[in-house]
């Protein structure tokens, strides 16, 4: 368990809350183009199309960049710190902006390989998608 700052799920972005609570990672991808996308949208970025369906994906990928914030950047996340924040480029393409947990922050590497997992949030019943080692 955590605390977070969680943004409030909205009619676009709650399949993916949904799909969390199931611990099932899923993204947009556009039916007319078969692009993969991530953060949420209501049309395509490569050709436009609302014709965007929640898919679930491998939950694996690589780390792309990543920062450790030693300092909390909100009081909320003070036990939490050192926390590695990180970009994760999926396997199916989109890039993730995310955390890497499971390991201390001085294993991580770009590149290296990483499988999502869930992390319950304190008083609520939300499942924060974040990556792990593997
Ligand atoms: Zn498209």
Known sequence: MS???IPPASDLTQPYWDAARRQELVIQRCDSCDHWLFPPRAHCPQCGSDRLVWRPVSGRGSVYTFTVAHRPPHPVFA???????A?????EGPR??????GCEP??????MTVAVT????????????????G
Do not use: H, K, Y
């Not at 001085?106 to 590149?111: A, I, R, T």
């Open 118 to 133: 869930f992390e319950a949030i304190d008083d609520s019943d939300i499942l924060l998608p974040v990556f792990t080692p």
């Open 87 to 91: 970009t994760v480029e999926l396997e």
């Open 3 to 5: 605390a977070r700052l």
């Open 106 to 111: 001085g294993q991580v590497e770009v590149g």
């Open 79 to 85: 036990e939490q710190c050192p926390l590695t924040i």
């Open 96 to 101: 993730m902006l995310t955390n890497i947990a």
